[in-house]
């Protein structure tokens, strides 16, 4: 189990009827999502001069996703005071970011493998955020 | 003028049709208002033992409206590659979260003054949310 | 193996003598520590009026643990233009709020299992940021 | 008077001895810093094909820079549970950060002015790092 599993586990209070399955499913795809998109970004920014100048999008999506994932981990880590609103917006907007950012990502992978692994991590946390979103109802 | 207005004055690529006193004025708010969430919860968490019990959902949706408006603030402070539906997408999450908190806040406004404060920081980074998402389009 | 690992190996270019396994070692407690650390400053939100004002200190330290290993995931998660008098401070702050959070935090792990759980992976994390120091010489 | 300062007089417990100008200041520069770090790695990252690969650790230091400015503008606006051993290594470390990356934006300043801006904001955020650290003791 996962840190994430243990510390839902030890939640003091009640959690609700949500699926711990796919929260924390979705919080360690963030996280995972998060650390892809900073390497991601730092590995194109490390390509050749040839290469580089085509990269400037993959950097971008790549910083807005690593920070985009990064707080959603961290929205869905929080319990008290839930508002299933807020939970909803942040999951899609999370959801949207890696979609763009796997389908730039994609773009490189033939080239770059670092684009390869990010495009999958991104691909698995969008459909973690998508889970858990329809979980939510 | 602010840094993120000179630092917009400086930017060497076209940033299209933007309005960009909008723009400056959203990056500002997003980041005042994230620094008061986070002030504002370290506050309610130092508040008396008869007092912070009332005052968990507040301290939550702080550090959630902290973490919001922080990567908003960075998300349209980046132009390369700019992707509207996104830009849409966190400033639609950022203006929620900052009427929820702003509401929440407001709740505790007549007793603490720091709630009063942080709640009118949240008022304004949702209507420069508002504003600068209508003039996306 | 994780994904900072495989991102890891799919660098382009020179990483120079690094111990790559305890890099990612590093970078993967950081991701856990700030998740747990979020996660045990939000449980001991919702821990019951008896017990939250013992809580205060723990809240913030947690906070503080969260944020700090974020970005030191972030920092030793990039490797372009690499200068090691940054990395070896940031580690060193991370080991020292990990040090701070986890003594804190074990405070209370025997009445609180979230206290329990969060102070292991501070431990571990401390630990990972001090190998990763002494590996950088 | 900044939402900063504003936030830091209506904080409901005691301060200590703690020069108020000097962390307010320092809070607004950390804030500043971060976000025109973020906007000249953006900036750099749009300009020429012939100048982007001289960029490269200008991007990079900007990015480190705007992660652990906002990481210490959080920290230092949190007065619950005051540990002054972590607040000055936070300090220490955003302080190296900003001299480097100061440093490192210097050098492209002639040719790039958000380079001359953003490593302005650097120095004014080093320092005020600096003074505040004086005042811990």
Same mark, same amino acid.
């Given at each position: $189990? &996962?840190?994430?599993?243990? $510390? ?11 699926? +711990? ?14 650390? #892809?998109? &900073? ?11 040839? /290469?580089?100048? @085509? ?6 999506? !790549? =910083?807005?996703? *690593? ?6 981990? +961290?929205?869905?880590? +929080? /319990? &008290? ?5 807020? &939970? ?5 907007? !999370?959801? *949207? ?8 990502? =994609?773009? /490189?992978? *033939? @080239? /770059?493998?670092? !684009?390869?692994?990010?495009?999958? *991590?991104? +691909?698995?946390?969008?459909? #973690? ?9």
């Amino acid at each position: $189990m &996962t840190v994430a599993g243990e $510390m839902l586990r030890t939640y003091p209070a009640d959690l609700g009827g949500i699926d +711990r399955d796919a929260l924390v499913r979705c919080i360690d795809e963030c996280l995972s999502c998060a650390q #892809a998109c &900073t390497a991601c970004a730092d590995a194109c920014l490390s390509e050749s001069d040839d /290469h580089l100048p @085509m990269l400037r999008k993959c950097i971008r999506s !790549c =910083e807005d996703c *690593a920070d985009i994932c990064s707080v959603t981990a +961290r929205v869905v880590s +929080r /319990h &008290t005071g839930y508002d299933a609103n807020i &939970t909803r917006s942040v999951l899609q907007t !999370c959801a *949207a970011v890696c979609r763009a950012c796997g389908d730039e990502c =994609e773009r /490189h992978a *033939a @080239m /770059h493998e670092h !684009c390869r692994v990010c495009a999958e *991590a991104c +691909r698995r946390c969008q459909q #973690a955020c998508e889970e858990l979103i329809n979980d939510l109802g």
